[in-house]
């Protein structure tokens, strides 16, 4: 798969969910979507690269085609049919809609700006000059943020449970499919 049927496939899922997407948060899914492929497959979502930019990382050929969207949103993604795409690859955009699409570009652009993919590869003046960043720097620094995901999930689901252990409801031995819970719910009327 190239890029540019890759950021078609993201600007068809976020216009399904009615999430706009402009071309500076187009380059940030991008760039999650290949570091968390990468992290889970081993192996890159599309070849071409990621270059760090002023304004954090950028695939340039897919710049250039939605360069004259500016800061608007895409509206052509609309009429973009998804590619079948193997199971994996679906989930990762998936995720990737998920956990990224619903923040502002600019707030994408900053948190890029935080990271060590983007950080690493700055000029000696502080300036971005379009430099490669390459695929193993990427997996690597995705690689530990599934581990930070991972772990803020499982702490999350372990608050939960550990809440709830002592509050615990534990159910008769006659409840043994949904239309006897609901039966046995509604008699705490």
Not at 47 to 73: L, M, S, T
């Amino acid at each position: 798969m190239n890029a540019l049927s890759v950021a078609k496939q993201l600007l068809a899922k976020a216009a399904q969910k009615r999430i706009p997407v402009c071309n500076l948060k187009l380059q940030k899914l991008l760039y999650y979507s290949q570091g968390y492929h990468l992290a889970v497959t081993k192996a890159p979502l599309f070849e071409e690269d990621i270059e760090a930019w002023d304004h954090g990382p950028v695939v340039n050929p897919v710049y250039h085609c939605y360069r004259q969207n500016g800061g608007f949103p895409i509206v052509a993604a609309v009429l973009y049919e998804e590619e079948s795409v193997d199971t994996e690859t679906g989930q990762i955009i998936d995720f990737v809609i998920e956990k990224y699409a619903r923040q502002e570009a600019w707030a994408l652009r900053n948190q890029t700006h935080k990271e060590k993919p983007w950080i690493d590869h700055q000029s000696p003046a502080g300036q971005y000059v379009n430099e490669v960043i390459p695929k193993e720097e990427i997996q690597s620094f995705f690689l530990g943020q599934l581990k930070t995901d991972f772990d803020s999930e499982l702490a999350s689901l372990l608050d939960c449970s550990e809440m709830n252990i002592q509050e615990a409801i534990e159910l008769p031995d006659s409840v043994q499919d949904s239309d006897q819970f609901l039966e046995w719910a509604r008699s705490f009327n």
